[in-house]
């Protein structure tokens, strides 16, 4: 049969390997000038592969829609995307978090295998080449795919498999055409949103204040004070940013936030907090006796002088104006109830959400086809006969830590089997 992948993300190139070692002709289309442009700039442009965790936790790892990929993450593992890797002679590392990189912390290194075995496979690449139009014909009463429609003219196809990603990272090519191209066949887009991204704060004088600072070790909590629930809890690295907050666990923070119900709302409200624990090893009564050695082995400095052992320093000034106490104050003259109150504060550092970063900031986007109109077996359209469907276009998204890469390889791997 003779196969279009559109889109040279990982997705779409994982699916053209497939369907091309599936005895298909493949050509795979993209409209860059080059592959896998996103994927270099994952990781921090050292690509964050998968995780070492047991599949299973890939689903509960996944808030939108996880379970519908149990087939695609048993078609293709993180064990398999690391052996792939390794035949075509790149060694990987396993991380804090478990995340798996490369030996050799270059996403290219990833992207050169991904195109060294479609060179290997003598999948037809075609770049700068972009579809507008997906065709069909009827069949009784469902629609057919026969071929595309491009800036380059039309192509017959067989089967055609939909890849081109979401809106995040635009420069990237993932400008949102797949969701055009899905809508006119029917299928149902469900709200665009984004997800991995960083989150805006109230008070972003303390952020300017802080730009740049990197947290390590830190416990962050999201509540809703309107209803006194806590949204979420997470444990590792934050960054402060110029408009507010930054980092692995915020990121993953603003996933699980985009689903929370009423967000925006509640966001103009003022009702959602962040609430930083900066010693969460400690509970508040050995955290207290901690600072009370700190204080005694500099009794007769002034309490901005006496903060070095405890804080990073560019944290100092920030925590000195939220505790109310003076600067200057000399540390032997800190009262037990001032002492208590930097205690609580050390332990609860707190922030307003204002809002979301803008989608073209989002590692992933959250929303797309909706997963009712797909086969999770097949990953086969149910609206179109022939057309299939991987990646960031359907609406399933993860929390960072390599878990959304894995979603990328196993649709694509599904797909390009090309199971009805």
Do not use: W
């Amino acid at each position: 049969m003779k196969v279009i992948v559109i889109g040279g993300g990982p997705a779409g190139m994982m699916a053209a390997i497939s369907a091309r070692e599936s005895g298909h002709q493949v050509i795979l289309l993209e409209k860059m000038k080059s592959l896998g442009r996103k994927l270099l700039i994952t990781g921090k442009g050292r690509c964050n592969i998968t995780s070492s965790l047991g599949m299973e936790e890939f689903i509960k790892n996944t808030p939108g829609n996880g379970k519908f990929l149990y087939s695609c993450y048993q078609n293709y593992t993180n064990e398999d995307i690391v052996q792939f890797l390794k035949k075509q002679g790149l060694e990987v590392k396993e991380e804090r978090g478990n995340r798996i990189f490369p030996i050799t912390d270059k996403s290219q290194d990833v992207l050169t295998c991904f195109t060294k075995r479609l060179k290997e496979l003598k999948v037809e690449i075609r770049q700068e080449t972009q579809v507008t139009e997906i065709l069909v014909e009827k069949e009784g009463e469902t629609a057919k795919v026969i071929g595309i429609k491009t800036n380059k003219g039309e192509m017959k196809a067989d089967r055609i498999i939909l890849a081109t990603g979401g809106k995040s990272y635009p420069l990237t090519g993932s400008t949102g055409d797949g969701y055009r191209l899905a809508q006119e066949l029917g299928h149902t887009i469900t709200e665009i949103k984004p997800s991995l991204v960083p989150l805006e704060v109230y008070d972003k004088a303390v952020c300017q204040q802080l730009q740049g600072l990197s947290l390590r070790n830190v416990e962050i909590k999201l509540f809703d004070i309107e209803t006194k629930k806590e949204i979420y809890q997470d444990f590792g690295e934050m960054l402060f940013a110029h408009f507010g907050v930054s980092g692995p666990i915020i990121l993953s923070a603003s996933a699980h936030l985009v689903r929370y119900q009423g967000i925006e709302d509640k966001m103009k409200r003022q009702a959602i907090k962040l609430q930083i624990d900066l010693k969460p090893a400690l509970t508040e009564e050995k955290l207290e006796e901690r600072v009370l050695r700190d204080f005694q082995a500099v009794l007769n400095k002034q309490f901005k002088n006496g903060l070095d052992k405890l804080l990073p320093q560019k944290l100092i000034p920030v925590m000195i104006e939220k505790s109310g106490i003076p600067s200057d104050k000399l540390i032997n003259s800190i009262t037990k109830e001032e002492r208590k109150s930097l205690v609580k504060l050390l332990k609860g550092f707190t922030l307003g959400i204002k809002s979301f970063r803008p989608i073209e900031e989002a590692i992933i986007t959250s929303g797309g086809i909706s997963i009712k109109e797909i086969n999770p077996k097949t990953m086969q359209s149910k609206k179109v006969k022939g057309l299939y469907l991987a990646g960031e276009i359907i609406d399933v998204d993860s929390y960072t830590g390599g878990f959304n890469l894995q979603i990328a390889y196993s649709t694509g791997y599904t797909a390009g089997l090309l199971e009805e």
